[in-house]
């Protein structure tokens, strides 16, 4: 007698997995355009403007080239004192998630896991181009997900 709960013989389902294979910097900019001028002492704050962007290629069975683009600008008193622009790479193997939760797994866990990385690059990029580290808050990349559905502004996993 067998009980109707249990999968059919062969037919285990597999844990879910998320291994990256590996993470590479795809596209780096920095640029420094009033330097000297920019880089003595300012009483001012200056003006921070941070865009992200998510994306992700299906690859081989299983594999996903997932992108995070992160752009930073600042300005104070109408002039530019630094720009840097990143476009963070990892290639991820995923098993075991249903395919209805593959799209949202791979546009919020991935780029969760290359964020550090990604935010280190940009302090080290601000840093050496004479200004004080850069360091991004933490995403939601949940609530970005979410944002980006609502305004109809992600794309099938290809």
Request: hydrophobic content about 40%; charged content about 15%.
């Amino acid at each position: 007698m067998s009980d109707t709960n249990e999968p059919a013989a062969g037919a285990q389902q597999q844990p879910p997995a998320m291994n990256i294979l590996v993470q590479y910097i795809k596209d780096l900019s920095f640029e420094n355009p009033n330097a000297p001028a920019t880089l003595r002492p300012n009483e001012q704050q200056p003006q921070l403007d941070i865009n992200v962007n998510v994306n992700a290629t299906k690859h081989e069975d299983n594999q996903f080239e997932v992108t995070l683009a992160l752009e930073a600008k600042a300005v104070s008193n109408g002039t530019a004192m630094f720009a840097v622009e990143l476009v963070y790479c990892g290639i991820f193997r995923i098993q075991g998630i249903p395919e209805e939760h593959m799209h949202p797994f791979v546009l919020i866990e991935c780029p969760r896991m290359l964020f550090p990385f990604a935010r280190q690059i940009i302090s080290d990029c601000t840093r050496n181009g004479g200004f004080p580290p850069l360091m991004i808050d933490p995403i939601d990349f949940a609530a970005l997900y979410r944002q980006n559905m609502a305004q109809g502004n992600t794309q099938p996993l290809n």
